[in-house]
Nanobody, 127 residues
Framework: QLQASGGGLVQAGGSLRLSCADSEFTLGFYAITWFRQAPGKEREGVSCISSTGGNPFYADSVKGRFTISRDNANNTVTLQMNTLKPEDTAVYYC??????????????????????WGKGTQVTVSS
């Protein structure tokens, strides 16, 4: 089962590193997407990395601040979050779909395309 970890409370401008790992299957076959859901808002895609690690995707709101990477040898995908803002406060989830970040003809970060979901981790950014 996917497990997201690394959340916490941080001041604005600070950094956190989230990890997504699984003890039952090989993440290397899957694209991993990070989603987040803030209170009262819809869940949104934050970033995605394909199974091969090439051409990651980012939401406009996090470009230049967040970096996604993967270590298939350790079965882990990491989301490095820098220069955090209060509006980054949310529960962060990782989800998996085989291969690439998007289905042909569709955009990345579509919830219905995910095969597996992990439990979320809370990120709180204070002002």
């Amino acid at each position: 089962q996917l497990q997201a970890s690394g959340g916490g409370l941080v001041q604005a401008g600070g950094s956190l590193r989230l990890s997504c790992a699984d003890s039952e299957f090989t993440l290397g076959f899957y694209a991993i997407t990070w989603f987040r859901q803030a209170p009262g808002k819809e869940r949104e895609g934050v970033s995605c990395i394909s199974s091969t690690g090439g051409n990651p995707f980012y939401a406009d709101s996090v470009k230049g601040r967040f970096t996604i990477s993967r270590d298939n040898a350790n079965n882990t995908v990491t989301l490095q979050m820098n220069t955090l803002k209060p509006e980054d406060t949310a529960v962060y989830y990782c989800a998996a779909k085989p291969g690439y970040c998007s289905v042909t003809g569709s955009k990345w970060g579509v919830e219905s395309h995910m095969d597996y979901w992990g439990k979320g981790t809370q990120v709180t950014v204070s002002s």
